[in-house]
Nanobody, 124 residues
Framework: QVQLVESGGGLVQAGDSLRLSCAAS????????VGWFRQAPGKDRKFVAA????????HYADSVKGRFTISRDNAKNTVYLQMNSLKPEDTAVYYC?????????????????WGQGTQVTVSS
């Protein structure tokens, strides 16, 4: 069993930065991929970024590449999402999730445990 808890969301202005955290408990944290997804009102949940077990490999959605950075601290059982140059279109609930296998995947069905989400709102 894995529990994931996101934090760090909030209301910011366009151009500002936020850092989201995903704290994990349960199964060995360094044994699985972690991904970030986001869901805007009335839209499907979309992939944002993911990181390998060691943290060496990462992958980003084109819409956030160059602005967001995913990282992990296995000693603290935590994954981070540093979000810079935020835009109004980044507004969504952000979720972290545990990957089902060892590869970085970009679709939600490939993740089996999810946090409750944290709201990010970017005003123009």
């Amino acid at each position: 069993q894995v529990q994931l808890v996101e934090s760090g969301g909030g209301l910011v202005q366009a151009g500002d930065s936020l850092r989201l955290s995903c704290a994990a408990s349960g199964r060995s944290f360094n044994s699985y991929v972690v991904g970030w997804f986001r869901q805007a009102p009335g839209k499907d949940r979309k992939f944002v970024a993911a990181i390998s077990r060691s943290g060496i490999n990462t992958h980003y959605a084109d819409s956030v590449k160059g602005r967001f950075t995913i990282s992990r601290d296995n000693a603290k059982n935590t994954v981070y999402l540093q979000m810079n140059s935020l835009k109004p279109e980044d507004t969504a609930v952000y979720y972290c999730a545990k990957g089902k296998d060892l590869l970085i995947r970009t679709t939600a069905p490939n993740y089996d445990y999810w946090g409750q989400g944290t709201q990010v709102t970017v005003s123009s």
